[in-house]
């Protein structure tokens, strides 16, 4: 497998979380369960073999994906195809979907549609020119070079809505979203309206999937793990609504998540 992550430059970490180029993947499992992190994501399919999402219950192809697609903030998890010819992901930090499509993201919030359909045309331009045989480096490059083109600078992303995010992010556990909403000067209606449009998501429905992620984070490459006190110090005090979280984010309960998981926090091999 060749598998190569982009330095993202300073003027673009802002809105950019990830920029990566797969080739060859192929594990032994042909799906996986992508678990929501909060992000929208943008994919490049470099060859002309489609990847799939499946139906979560009976594991049916329910969608093609191919050329380019884009992936919505996910309230729920997705079942998709594991295996990566060559292919290109772009992954944007939460919050930033606003500045990079110009309208409300949360209208492709639990969606993946073909890319042309929030970028027009040129995106599959874009999609040609990394087809060509050039390095990883010149393919990132080009991305690079679009997303100056695409992304516009937002003073309320960059002033407000980053605040709220990095108060969410950096305090799960205590953060009160009542008090947040007073403290940028917003009654709660309108702090829930402005945060979905910029991050697809209500408050509490972010707050719940970076909960969720922090606890992923917590039991990752540990040995030896108790439940009751990973559930507690990520801010659950109740084991019945602790359960019910990680069933709805992953579809497994955390036993199951554990001995399912391999390398990758947010992905979960379908066996």
């Given at each position: 497998?060749?598998?190569?992550?982009?330095?993202?430059?300073?003027?673009?970490?802002?809105?950019?979380?990830?920029?990566?180029?797969?080739?060859?993947?192929?594990?032994?499992?042909?799906?996986?369960?992508?678990?929501?992190?909060?992000?929208?994501?943008?994919?490049?399919?470099?060859?002309?073999?489609?990847?799939?999402?499946?139906?979560?219950?009976?594991?049916?192809?329910?969608?093609?994906?191919?050329?380019?697609?884009?992936?919505?903030?996910?309230?729920?998890?997705?079942?998709?195809?594991?295996?990566?010819?060559?292919?290109?992901?772009?992954?944007?930090?939460?919050?930033?979907?606003?500045?990079?499509?110009?309208?409300?993201?949360?209208?492709?919030?639990?969606?993946?549609?073909?890319?042309?359909?929030?970028?027009?045309?040129?995106?599959?331009?874009?999609?040609?020119?990394?087809?060509?045989?050039?390095?990883?480096?010149?393919?990132?490059?080009?991305?690079?070079k679009w997303l100056d083109s695409q992304l516009s600078e937002d003073d309320f992303y960059l002033k407000v809505i980053r605040y709220a995010i990095?108060?969410?992010?950096?305090?799960?556990?205590?953060?009160?979203?009542?008090?947040?909403?007073?403290?940028?000067?917003?009654?709660?209606?309108?702090?829930?309206?402005?945060?979905?449009?910029?991050?697809?998501?209500?408050?509490?429905?972010?707050?719940?999937?970076?909960?969720?992620?922090?606890?992923?984070?917590?039991?990752?490459?540990?040995?030896?793990?108790?439940?009751?006190?990973?559930?507690?110090?990520?801010?659950?005090?109740?084991?019945?609504?602790?359960?019910?979280?990680?069933?709805?984010?992953?579809?497994?309960?955390?036993?199951?998540?554990?001995?399912?998981?391999?390398?990758?926090?947010?992905?979960?091999?379908?066996?």
């Amino acid at each position: 497998m060749i598998f190569n992550q982009y330095q993202i430059p300073d003027r673009l970490e802002k809105y950019v979380a990830d920029l990566l180029y797969h080739k060859d993947y192929y594990p032994k499992h042909e799906k996986d369960k992508y678990l929501p992190d909060g992000t929208i994501n943008l994919v490049f399919e470099l060859t002309d073999n489609p990847k799939f999402i499946y139906d979560n219950s009976i594991g049916t192809k329910k969608q093609e994906c191919k050329d380019v697609w884009f992936s919505g903030v996910l309230k729920d998890y997705i079942t998709i195809s594991s295996h990566h010819e060559e292919m290109m992901v772009l992954v944007f930090k939460p919050g930033s979907g606003f500045p990079l499509i110009h309208r409300d993201v949360s209208k492709f919030t639990n969606q993946v549609v073909p890319a042309e359909q929030v970028f027009a045309n040129n995106i599959l331009d874009l999609l040609q020119e990394l087809k060509l045989p050039t390095t990883p480096e010149e393919k990132f490059l080009a991305i690079e070079k679009w997303l100056d083109s695409q992304l516009s600078e937002d003073d309320f992303y960059l002033k407000v809505i980053r605040y709220a995010i990095e108060a969410i992010e950096n305090s799960p556990t205590q953060i009160n979203l009542s008090e947040l909403s007073d403290k940028l000067g917003y009654s709660q209606k309108q702090f829930i309206q402005l945060f979905r449009k910029y991050v697809g998501l209500t408050p509490k429905q972010f707050h719940r999937i970076v909960r969720f992620n922090e606890i992923l984070a917590a039991v990752e490459n540990q040995e030896t793990i108790s439940w009751t006190i990973v559930a507690a110090d990520c801010g659950y005090f109740d084991q019945a609504h602790f359960i019910k979280d990680f069933q709805s984010f992953s579809g497994i309960n955390p036993k199951k998540y554990l001995s399912d998981i391999e390398d990758y926090p947010n992905f979960l091999p379908v066996k």
